[in-house]
């Protein structure tokens, strides 16, 4: 999630409080993807207040907190080729309810994200979060006006399950179930003004997420496969446009679209950004050959589109997926 000036006004006013004896565990610093990550673990606010009892001792270890960080930041790496920022300063906020939490990202300091974990966070749980990966993608494309919110919201929802596949963190049937079961809800509905124009949850996050997904499926049309989405979001960060500048969507979209070589993102934009522009979903799952059946995904691998689904989620390697760190 991306930051409102109240939140953020919130967070800086409760980083001012904090003191040494805050700290949870040392920092830590962590050499990923070309990148550094500074990660300070911090005592949640409400259990500050209370001391260090409670169920500090059902708090998740610093090791597993490290791994996690890692496992998430190896999904933005293997998407992008390399870590967004050369430098991400993390706060982890440790305390409170069990699971991740609450994950917040700045252009601050050249990227700041804030997240919680909660005690009783299990190795699982840290393997299904996807809240870490989301906030890291957002680091990778330009800050937007409020009314393109969608846009930030909607790569980072698209592109994290596709990243956690591609570094096999995550079954291709788990994506296809999510986007068949959940794509729908970025559909327009009664009264839709287009994604620029109408704010709700859904079209914020599924909205451009479907936007996302449309996209990757008509560059890979029009390439034959060879390009996607993944190529115009890296061209996107390669010639320097990340959450640290403030750009123009029609001009970024227009420039990715011409380092691809292929009109999509401002074709696309036209069609959805101003008027409810419904997708046929049923029809787009038939062709990428995929559909839910009792819960469970089938695939027609004699679909006329099967290879581009299967391209979309495939493993892939970067020589810098192992992390050190941990100082």
Not at 25 to 45: C, E, N, W
Not at 77 to 98: D, Q
Not at 100 to 111: C, D, E
Request: aromatic share 8%; glycine share 10%.
């Amino acid at each position: 999630m991306r930051s409102s000036i109240l939140v953020l006004v919130l967070f800086v006013c409760g980083c001012a409080s904090l003191r040494a004896d805050d700290n949870v565990y040392p920092d830590a610093h962590m050499k990923i993807g070309g990148s550094t990550i500074d990660v300070q673990f911090l005592r949640r606010a409400q259990d500050a207040n209370m001391g260090a009892s409670g169920d500090a001792a059902d708090a998740p270890s610093r090791a597993e907190l490290m791994r996690w960080i890692a496992r998430s930041a190896t999904a933005v790496v293997t998407y992008y080729g390399k870590f967004p920022r050369p430098h991400l300063a993390l706060n982890v906020f440790v305390g409170g309810r069990r699971g991740v939490h609450h994950g917040v990202t700045w252009p601050w300091h050249g990227g700041t994200i804030r997240i919680g974990v909660g005690h009783g966070t299990t190795r699982e749980d840290f393997e299904d979060d996807w809240e870490l990966t989301h906030e890291m993608v957002h680091l990778a494309f330009p800050s937007m006006s409020d009314d393109h919110h969608w846009i930030e919201e909607g790569i980072s929802t698209y592109v994290e399950p596709v990243a956690r596949a591609q570094a096999g963190q995550l079954s291709s049937d788990e994506v296809w179930k999510q986007f068949i079961r959940d794509m729908p809800k970025g559909q327009p509905e009664e009264g839709d003004r287009g994604l620029d124009n109408t704010h709700t949850w859904g079209r914020t996050y599924w909205g451009g997420a479907l936007f996302c997904l449309v996209a990757d499926v008509r560059y890979r049309e029009l390439t034959h496969n060879q390009k996607g989405l993944q190529d115009a979001l890296r061209a996107i960060l390669d010639h320097g446009d990340d959450i640290t500048t403030d750009a123009d969507i029609e001009k970024v979209l227009s420039q990715a679209d011409r380092w691809v070589g292929m009109g999509v993102l401002d074709h696309l934009y036209n069609e959805m950004a101003l008027y409810p522009d419904p997708i046929d979903l049923n029809a787009l799952w038939k062709k990428l050959g995929v559909s839910l059946q009792d819960g469970k995904v089938v695939y027609d691998e004699s679909a006329p589109e099967a290879k581009i689904r299967r391209a979309i989620t495939a493993k892939r390697s970067f020589a810098h997926r192992t992390a050190k760190g941990g100082r």
